[in-house]
Nanobody
Framework: QVPLVESGGGSVQPGGSLRLSCRASGLAWSRDCMAWFRRIPGQDDEGVASIDSDGRATYADSVKGRFTISRDNATNTLYLHMNSLKPEDTAMYYC??????????????????WGQGTQVTVSE
């Protein structure tokens, strides 16, 4: 049960870049799996990327080669570097966490703690 707060969303043109941040609190944060999800109204959540305490990362096929997830345990901060953004990336982005190592699949039911989200809009 770790409080999570996202920031860094905004509007950007196609091909542009954004960096999302998620600040977490908790004594055992460095041992948790951290992930980014995105939500579009009327659609299921999509697991964008996850990273475990050892730095092992998993990405959705839709963002491979464009997004990079990273974490800084010294500052309890999770990042999502988003490059070559497309209109299809427009969504509310949420960070999430659960205890232990990440699973091979990024599925919402695995995660117990969620932030309130930050909006990313990619348009001309």
């Amino acid at each position: 049960q770790v409080p999570l707060v996202e920031s860094g969303g905004g509007s950007v043109q196609p091909g542009g870049s954004l960096r999302l941040s998620c600040r977490a609190s908790g004594l055992a944060w460095s041992r948790d799996c951290m992930a980014w999800f995105r939500r579009i109204p009327g659609q299921d959540d999509e697991g964008v990327a996850s990273i475990d305490s050892d730095g092992r990362a998993t990405y959705a096929d839709s963002v491979k080669g464009r997004f990079t997830i990273s974490r800084d345990n010294a500052t309890n901060t999770l990042y999502l570097h988003m490059n070559s953004l497309k209109p299809e990336d427009t969504a509310m982005y949420y960070c999430a966490s659960h205890i232990g190592y990440c699973y091979s699949d990024i599925r919402a039911p695995h995660f117990s703690d969620w932030g309130q989200g930050t909006q990313v809009t990619v348009s001309e």
